[in-house]
């Protein structure tokens, strides 16, 4: 048996989410069929994480394990080929070690947020990006953003579905930078709470919009309660950027 780790960029809009659901499509799905259709096996496929309905990756890590012949360039091709025409691509396939986990094994993860800062209606970038009409301050966004940086109780930015055994979370980075009509914001942490990088930005898109102030942020982090939060982003401007491991 030969472990595979396969890293998978895709367009979250037609799924429910990574994991498989009873409910609809998801990407996990999306890879099994794909690779049974090429192996005639079952198998099971771990992510690095479980991204939510809509939301996008850009090198999400995963792997599985297989008895095959195929040279991982087969089996890429393969699964690619097979992944037609959902909107889900393998861009790399390598033979790890048997005791690498892409979930467990993995020691830090990076997000982007996108959001449109501008009137005219989105074109290109329809369901790739959260469209803001009003003005937004990304300097006052980046300011207020730091306080969120560190070990915290992140409760009022977690989701009430949440399954996390503790609401402490250590925020290693986060950064809010401009270009053009586009405001980026990265985020970057060993392990996220359900919602927390959507819930993070909605009160950063207040703090940007002026409705909030820095001081706001800090009251609602402090508070400890879902009841604080200003509102979620929707999932469109999200994306999975990066797994870190140790080697």
């Known amino acids: ?61 995963a792997h599985f394990d297989l008895d095959t012949a195929l040279t991982p360039f087969r089996l890429k ?15 790399a396939c390598e033979i790890v070690d048997d005791d690498w986990h892409a979930r467990f094994g993995c ?20 369901g790739l990006s959260w469209q803001v009409a009003p003005a937004l301050d990304a300097g006052k966004m980046h ?27 250590t925020l290693s980075n986060i950064s809010v930078t401009r270009f053009g009509e586009e405001i980026e914001i990265e985020v970057a942490a060993r392990s996220f709470l359900h919602h927390q990088v959507r819930s993070m930005v909605g009160c950063l898109k ?15 982090l402090k508070a400890k309660d879902r009841g604080a939060l200003g509102f979620n982003a929707p999932p469109d401007g999200l994306y999975f950027v990066e797994a870190v491991y140790p080697d």
């Open 1 to 61: 048996m030969t472990r595979f780790a396969l890293t998978l960029e895709y367009d979250g809009r037609p799924f429910m989410g990574w994991q498989r659901q009873d409910h609809g499509p998801s990407v996990q799905q999306a890879v099994e069929e794909a690779i049974l259709s090429i192996t005639q096996h079952n198998v099971r496929v771990h992510a690095a994480g479980r991204t939510d309905a809509g939301v996008h990756a850009l090198a999400m890590r």
């Open 77 to 91: 091709e393969g699964i690619n080929a097979g992944l037609r025409p959902h909107p889900v691509a393998v861009l």
């Open 107 to 126: 020691t830090g993860r990076r997000y982007m947020y996108k959001i449109t800062n501008r009137r005219a209606p989105l074109t290109l970038d329809k």
């Open 143 to 169: 300011d207020a953003a730091q306080i969120l940086v560190g070990q915290h109780d992140f409760t009022t930015f977690r989701s009430t579905h949440c399954q996390a055994q503790s609401p402490v979370k």
């Open 206 to 220: 207040l703090v940007g919009g002026g409705r909030w102030t820095r001081d706001d942020l800090h009251k609602a």
